[in-house]
């Protein structure tokens, strides 16, 4: 018998999503910089700030399922 | 010519260091492991029955809590004062007073009023003691019912946030007295080590974000961003001087957001709340966009607040994690496996807590360049 909560299921889809979105970003940053290398540092800083945005996502879902947990 | 003998020496140079720094990392937690897990098996002999499978849960959530004393090593407190405001006035006492007692069993008694300790609230103690010898009456999720009076206490939160400010001080007035005495020569010392970081800050946070206006935000966009880092780097610390998990609690994150918030209204020019009240669409449209702009407001500095507060919640929750996979299976040899991880993620984590500092920073300058921005 295996006892839970529920709220880890939206943590792992949560998870799920903000995997591929920061995946995307990944890929399409390695794209720009492969084609402009001397934007590397521009591309990084942008990445860095959308990634921020997408994983904020997941965190919300994080602290709801901890919420839901406690 | 030929240098790769040059090369080869480096790379074996290298490859020794790297063996022992891993190997020494993986031998000291281990051997404490060692102790640990000889400590936990002596305790299901010593009480078979009243031993409770380990709840990781529980123990993450207790080592990122604030606490009224701090941990130094075994049964080594350093105790720290409670204030709190009763019903009577001002109390304070020593938190040695509980005995380290976090059950809510041992009393201390101050002004003709009783207090009792449980998960590191401070409540108004019962008359009577409950079944479990606790001085508390308990509701079925088991959380206490008492009332609780405000409590002020210098926890280990305070201790770290007073600790971070003498860093912060002492690192910032040496680098600024370098710059009175050596004006226009190069740096030295602690200067030539910080000033790269705060031209990164200005070049590629202010700047950007801010446009000429930048020098005005200068001093709270280095501020956020020093403390931020100090203190996700203090915090990663797992014994003394740092331990605490304080840029992983929410009070501490939302009085950031407020900041960046007060800033970003404050500084609002005509043509940001233009935008918000009377954006560009048909008149029809304003039902739906100003609530939507108006909670926009709020939203953004909540976002800030909630990021930084999970994201490194969320690194010490796995780091604890991984190290307590030695007492769920309960074996010597998963012990490598979870430090070798808690390593690792750690690493990472360091690279986090740099990241998250310049994520909060950069944030906050764009809301405020938003804010500032001319109409164009």
Same mark, same amino acid.
């Given at each position: 018998m295996i006892t839970g909560s529920i709220a880890a299921i939206g943590a792992g889809l949560a998870a799920i999503g903000a995997g591929l979105g920061i995946g995307r970003i990944g890929g399409s940053a390695m794209d720009g910089i492969a084609r402009q290398p001397e934007a590397a540092s521009k591309i990084q800083t942008a990445m860095l700030i959308a990634a921020a945005f997408v994983e904020a996502v997941a965190l919300f879902a994080v602290v709801v399922a901890l919420m839901g947990n406690g | 010519m030929d240098c790769s003998h040059v090369f080869e020496f480096k790379v074996k140079r290298?490859?020794?260091?790297?063996?022992?720094?891993?190997? $020494?990392?993986?031998?000291? /937690?281990?051997?404490?492991? &060692?102790?640990?897990? *000889?400590?936990? =098996?002596?305790?299901?002999?010593?009480? /078979?029955?009243?031993?409770?499978?380990? #709840?990781?849960?529980?123990?993450?959530?207790?080592?990122?809590? #604030?606490?009224?004393?701090?941990?130094?090593?075994?049964? =080594?407190?350093?105790?720290?004062?409670?204030?709190?405001?009763?019903? *009577?006035?001002?109390?304070? $006492?020593?938190? *040695?007073?509980?005995?380290?007692?976090? #059950?809510? %069993?041992?009393?201390?008694?101050? %002004?003709? &009023?009783?207090?009792?300790?449980?998960?590191?609230?401070?409540?108004?103690?019962?008359?009577?003691?409950?079944?479990?010898? &606790? $001085?508390?009456?308990?509701?079925?999720?088991?959380?206490?019912?008492?009332?609780? /009076?405000? #409590?002020?206490?210098?926890?280990?939160?305070?201790?770290?946030?007073?600790?971070?400010?003498?860093?912060?001080?002492?690192?910032?007035?040496?680098?600024?007295?370098?710059?009175?005495?050596?004006v226009g020569k190069s740096p030295k010392g602690l200067q030539s080590w910080m000033e790269p970081i705060i031209l990164f800050v200005r070049d590629d946070i202010a700047k950007p974000n801010l446009g000429h206006k930048y020098e005005r935000f200068m001093p709270y966009l280095l501020t956020v961003f020093f403390f931020i880092w100090f203190n996700n780097m203090l915090g990663l610390i797992p014994f003394l001087p740092g331990g605490a998990n304080l840029t992983g609690n929410i009070a501490v994150t939302m009085i950031l957001a407020i900041a960046t918030f007060c800033l970003t209204v404050f500084n609002g020019n005509k043509y940001y709340w233009k935008h918000i009240f009377m954006p560009d669409v048909p008149w029809w449209m304003y039902i739906v966009m100003v609530p939507v702009e108006l909670f926009g407001i709020f939203t953004k500095p909540i976002a800030l607040m909630i990021r930084l507060f999970a994201n490194i919640t969320a690194g010490h929750i796995l780091v604890l994690s991984l190290i307590c996979l030695v007492f769920v299976f309960n074996s010597l040899y998963i012990a490598p496996v979870s430090i070798a991880f808690a390593v690792f993620i750690g690493a990472i984590e360091l690279l986090v807590a740099f990241i998250q500092a310049f994520i909060?920073?950069?944030?906050?300058?764009? $809301?405020?360049?938003?804010?500032?921005?001319?109409?164009h």
């Open positions: - | 290298l490859i020794v260091v790297f063996t022992l720094f891993l190997a $020494f990392f993986s031998v000291t /937690p281990a051997a404490f492991a &060692q102790v640990d897990t *000889a400590q936990v =098996t002596e305790d299901s002999h010593a009480q /078979p029955e009243a031993k409770e499978k380990f #709840d990781i849960g529980k123990f993450a959530l207790h080592h990122i809590a #604030d606490s009224h004393s701090w941990h130094v090593i075994g049964h =080594t407190y350093i105790d720290l004062p409670v204030i709190l405001y009763t019903k *009577a006035g001002f109390v304070n $006492f020593s938190s *040695a007073d509980f005995n380290h007692d976090d #059950d809510g %069993k041992v009393i201390v008694e101050r %002004k003709g &009023q009783r207090f009792v300790k449980m998960h590191e609230k401070i409540y108004y103690a019962s008359d009577a003691a409950n079944e479990h010898g &606790q $001085f508390l009456s308990l509701d079925e999720k088991h959380h206490a019912s008492n009332e609780r /009076p405000l #409590d002020l206490s210098i926890t280990k939160n305070v201790c770290t946030l007073f600790l971070s400010i003498i860093i912060l001080l002492v690192v910032f007035i040496n680098v600024a007295n370098g710059y009175k005495k050596r909060f920073t950069i944030l906050s300058a764009l $809301f405020i360049g938003m804010a500032i921005e001319e109409h």
